[in-house]
């Protein structure tokens, strides 16, 4: 009864426990960026401030300099693409009539040259000029809305200010923290456990903090050369498709994909033939990024099977949402190398030992049938004699 109570009621279980998480979401946020930004301290630590000898003072510094740098490139990023970005947004919205009007016009000249040579397009262009007019009268109407979720956004923004604090903290206290958890291992597990435990935790370590730091820059890149083609080809709104662009890129497979119908859908309302040329580009520049420059940025330490990742993504997206989708690159790979390194070397470990006992045991009967077989042999008996001569001989010239 309790189980069976348990089971109906898990609902309120999963609300319990999210509301917990609630309560320690800023250390829990805390400790993910100062897992991100942990990296960086040790690049400072280790290459520019290597000549100062005290490692506390060493430790201190580079985090000095991590947060340093960390705020150079947000104030960068509020004073240089904020505003274009605002700019962008904001003059989209006040256009998007005038832009739906003209897509509209030319729905509508396309299904009149459609009738002229005689072919039946009504329904699509009716099914599209709805699809436009409800675009547009929904954005419109949702600016109040939308102005309105500022509260909430200043809300997030405190505890992520608050969570960027406990990050600073987290790194400072880092090798404290480290050590307790050691000692806590050390006490809970046995050596050989232990030592297991830990080369797991450190390969996971590195598969992940590759991955995140592979992603960021490969984000920022594609980012930056959508930017440059579109400043060439002098499309509109490249701040506000780049940032997009740049951002969906971080989820793989269906990341690109989103980030170029959202670019091809903004440029389809100013220009179509914009949207086109900007689509094929995105194809190249996704080719070129699948094949070339992401598999030499990541090299061999997340090569993992294509149906794997693309089963992690779907199962990650539909259990957590955007974070799995993220994660399920790495996720992948961790699991990719417990099952070929962990599970499988333990199979054959274990299936090595069994062929090698029962090696012996055969060997053993093989010695016993032997000796049975020659027990009744007499020194005097010349067929004996004749049949133990007439054994194999090994090359050595032992007797087999």
Known sequence: MVVYLCLAHIDLFFKGLGGFFGFISPVII???????????????????????????????????????????????????????????????????????????????????????KKINIDRLTNAGSDLLSKISSGITGNVDDIVNTSLSVGTGLFNFIISFILAIYFLLDKKHLLAGCRRLMKAVLSDKSYKKTTDFLNRCNNILIRYIACDIFDGIIIGVINFVFMCIAGYQYRGLISIIVGVTNLAPTFGPIVGCAIGAFILLLVNPWHALVFILFTIALQTFDGYIFKPKLFGNTLGVSSIWILICIIVGGRMFGVWGILLAIPFAAIFDFVYHEMIITLIESRKAKKAKESGDDSGVGDTVRADDQTSHIRPDDSAGTDSVKSLPVHPDGDDV
């Open 30 to 116: 805390g400790i993910i960026i100062a897992y991100v930004l942990d990296p960086l301290a040790k690049i400072f630590e280790k290459y520019i401030l290597r000549g100062l000898k005290k490692e506390s003072t060493r430790r201190r510094l580079s985090v000095a300099l991590t947060v340093a740098a960390v705020l150079l490139f947000l104030v960068l990023l509020l004073v240089v693409l904020i505003p274009q970005l605002f700019s962008s947004i904001s003059y989209f919205v006040r256009h998007l009539d005038t832009y739906v009007e003209q897509l509209q016009n030319l729905v509508n000249d396309i299904a009149g040259k459609s009738a002229a």
